[in-house]
């Protein structure tokens, strides 16, 4: 609130900004005041001015250090107090007449009286003014004690007590919630903290316990399970594990010792990071909508109005402390708390930092604002002085890498992504400025022959953005797309991923076929003053995406050269340890050939290892929460690699088809199994999956027969001569003994629609490569190269709508025999289910021999051709390859053509049986 008895000084600098563009600006300007006394003291007491008319209750603290009082600001927010300083043996006169002027009833004294004398504390009761100490043996202990004032909550703050920045920084944020700040040492856990964590344990397990009994309805944890959320402020070298391990572990469930506390840190590389990162981390989101505040005339002004269920922080009225000390920063911040704002701390190097945070956070600073920002300084010009002022907030407007102002004009190279953006905020001719941007919070420009999204990054307030399937190389526009949470970059030709390192807010992120070969490089969070670019770092992309829970690196195509194709091999999986809360993660189709790196992702449960070459399975044994993994197409696999699996018993779907395995064994203990797939495994015994067979519900083989469960065999069904006949059918076929197999069906249908998407995917890769040739602008060999895809992309569609076509016939006939009893109607029905599948992988091992022919020929023929060349055209490494890639087609055509024979005969034998089996 805005004092109405208080002048705001307005400073509008227009004069400063309008020597650095050329360009006009109506962008409403931020309004600045300065709360400021000749010294600390007299500067808290400008606070208090400031903010409150009148208040109850005021907070007293030391201005000579800081350790006791690193706490009070969650408190002052409490009580909606404000924070007085005072010396340790006398208080200022001017803060009495401000404590008298207010008409504080109660003083709340933080500190022992090493910080503040019992002689204050005399001095204010015989005022009639009550007071209360609030202190321990230390700061730690202080810090506890103020705590307890808070009573029972479900989050707590935590900052090192051994420097008063962090505990400033999280301090507003831990107001707005109305939860303490705890402070700990780096590498030990006080015992006055322990005892305190440990109580609150004991009274959130009880309070618990009595909901689930129907004893009380008073719980905060109604509707929910226990949920203790502790933000650390600092990584490990700030406040160790250890300590915040302690905080984790005490949260427990008394009976069945299940943890229910969960800490989250908030880092940085020095406390001016740490600060920004803490704002951002509760930044608010405006729902775009104008209230007033206040009800007095003068001072009125509007503001944007926002949710604050779970976003804690506004930017409308920023707090500007310098962090080369605690005092003005600790009084402006109970001022803060009280608007819910946050005290931005200013150092001599980190303004572009800040500049950073506003320009892409602050909700209203465009041209288009109508209400003005506020930009409250805390101290005066010698701790901050106005030129630093000038260099955060002066030149904001005129920054070139973000359209904002009458800069705000948004131009877009690419016409199609203009006309799709024009079409969205339905402005169809015009300049398009921030403001016809700023509102969008959704985009699917799909398959739309995009080739470069500059003028994107105007769209700041972005959460879905779907890029799939254009001709993009250049995903620099994104860079301060911070909001985005799903964001769909698939099929394009995506090489620098580093640009996507900012976007710390992602849930979901879509990288499948693209160029990625590198994921180590990420861009730097500021920028010098002239530059427009951001330097290269070693750091993974995703070293900060700790919210990232779906991830696909994938290629859709496996096979032929593919000009688009992520090389992710084995060693770019270490960039993936910080993604600590990947649930999903699709690397399909790469080159990962070993899975060592991915033991760390515990949180996975979903798992896409097709077409990686892989064997070795024994990293999977960590990952214990699986209930999803695809290994199918790695011909490496056999029986004997399986071993780890045993120990994944959440599995819900397995899919090991087309692999080398002849063993189950491993698999006897997934008994949560719905979905296996085993197809095109030389597989001889089913035993070990027997117990579990009625669980699974999609499989694509059948063991009823391997089982014993033959039903309806009786012999009197058919007529003896026709029983005759297809004894002599078994013989010309060699089918077998159909007296054991006459009820055994070879396929059991999965859902109809199983494969849409699937479907769908696969038209639009192809429509998407077809545009790419149609493009031009090609080499020959690029173009040969998509072209081979192409054709890869069609034959994969074609198989998959062939066994789309047999499934449904299938499933159609099952339909049929789910509702017979008759055992002769029953066989005719599974005989004709038979006859469809073997139908169906006659063909498909006949189109696999055609394929490997071809290849095979295409094959030889770039060995003849490098031969004639000379040594000097090639090395014996390509020769070496090449010959190795004939050896794999050759296997494939052998072991498809036994294939061939083995269906030609099951498909001729069962139409033969169908052809008598109708006329009985």
Known sequence: MIRKRKQILTLILASVISSTLCYKVNAAYPTRKRLAGEDRYITSLKVAQDGWDSSYYAVLACGEDYPDALSSVPLAKKYDAPILLTHRTYIDSSIVEELKSLKVGKVFIIG???????????QLNSLDIQTERIGGVDRYDTSVKIAEKFGKVNTLTVATGEDYADAISIGSAAGAMGVPVLLVPKNIMPEGTRNYIEELNTVINSDYNNKQKGQTTNSSNEGEFRNIKVFVVGDNSVVSDNVAREFENTFKDDVT??????????????????????????????????????????????????????????????????????????????????????????????????????????????????????????????????????EIFGYIIGDKNTSTGDSSITTFQDSKLEKLIRDKVGKPIGTLAYSDLKNITSLNLSNEGI???????????????????????????????????????????????????????????????????????????????????????????????????????????????????????????????????????????????SLTNLKELETLTTLNLSDTSVSNLEPLEELTDLTYLDLSNNSRIDGDDLKPLQYLTKLKYLNLSNNRIDDLTYLKGLKNLNTLYLEDNPILDYTPILSYKNSLYYRDFD????????????????????????????????????????????????????????????????????????????????????????????????????????????????????????????????????????????????TLVDRCTSDIQNIKAQIQLIGLQGSGYSSTNTIDSLQNMLEEKQKNKDFAEEKINMYDRYRNFFNAVNSVLEQN
């Open 112 to 122: 022992g009286t090493a910080s503040i004398s019992d002689t204050i504390l005399n």
């Open 257 to 390: 010792n299940e943890q229910f506390g969960y800490v989250e840190r908030i880092t940085g590389s020095d406390k001016y990071e740490r600060n920004i990162n803490v704002i951002a981390r509760f930044l608010e989101k405006s729902t775009g909508t104008d209230v007033d505040y206040d009800d007095v005339d003068d001072d009125d002004y509007t503001k944007t109005d926002y949710s604050t269920k779970y976003d804690l922080f506004s930017l409308n009225n920023i707090f500007v402390a310098s962090g080369d000390g605690f005092a003005d920063a600790l009084s402006g911040a109970a001022e803060a708390a009280k608007n819910r704002a946050p005290v931005i701390l200013s150092g001599t190097s980190n303004s572009n930092l800040i500049k950073d945070l506003i320009l892409t956070k602050i909700p209203n600073y465009n041209n288009d604002s109508t209400n003005p920002e506020y930009i409250t300084v805390l101290g005066g010009e010698g701790v901050l002085p106005n030129s630093r002022v000038r």
């Open 451 to 593: 080739t470069d999204i500059s003028g994107l990054e105007s769209c700041v307030n972005l959460k879905s953005l779907d890029l799939s399937y254009n001709q993009i190389k250049d995903v620099k526009p994104l860079l301060k797309l911070y909001d985005i949470k799903d964001l769909n970059l698939s099929h394009n030709k995506i090489s620098d991923v580093s640009y996507l390192s900012n976007l710390t807010s992602l849930e979901q992120l879509n990288l499948s076929d693209n160029n990625i070969s590198d994921l180590s490089h990420s861009r730097e969070n500021t920028k010098d003053d002239d530059d427009s670019d951001y330097d290269k770092t070693s750091d993974s992309v995703f070293k900060n995406m700790t919210h990232l829970a779906f991830l696909d690196l994938s290629n859709s195509s496996v096979s032929g050269s593919y000009s688009y194709k992520n090389s992710i091999d084995s060693s770019d999986l270490d960039e993936l340890e910080y993604l600590i809360r990947l649930t999903s993660l699709n690397l399909k189709g790469t080159n990962v050939a």
């Open 703 to 846: 063991i009823s027969s391997i089982s014993g469960d033959v039903t309806y065999s009786k012999d009197s069904t058919i007529d003896g001569s026709i029983k005759g006949q297809i004894n002599d059918f078994e013989d010309v076929y060699e089918y077998g003994d159909y007296d054991k197999l006459r009820f055994r069906v070879l396929y059991r249908p999965y859902d109809t629609g199983a494969y849409s998407d699937t479907l769908k995917g696969l038209k639009q890769e192809m429509d998407w490569l077809q545009q790419e040739i149609a493009s031009g602008g090609m080499s020959s060999l690029e173009l040969k190269n998509v072209n081979d895809d192409l054709t890869s992309v069609k034959n994969e569609l074609s198989d998959i709508t062939k066994k789309d076509a047999m499934n449904s016939e299938a499933a159609n006939l099952e339909n049929q025999l789910s509702s017979s009893y008759d055992a002769k109607d029953m066989e005719k029905i599974i005989n004709k289910i038979n006859y469809e599948y073997s139908d169906y992988r006659y063909d498909y091992y006949r």
